[in-house]
């Protein structure tokens, strides 16, 4: 049985992340000015929610 053929180009995981950031981009979302996304604070409300 012949071996199976691997793409010459794989695609990243930092290839994965800029499509991601490309398609949350195209939705052109108005931000507050100096905004910043807080892990810390998102992670505490995930586990908070009970």
Known sequence: MPEEKKPAVAETDA???NA????VRAFKWE????WKFDREEANSRETNSD
């Open 31 to 34: 931000l507050p000015d100096g």
């Open 15 to 17: 290839d994965k992340r």
């Open 20 to 23: 991601a950031l490309e398609r």
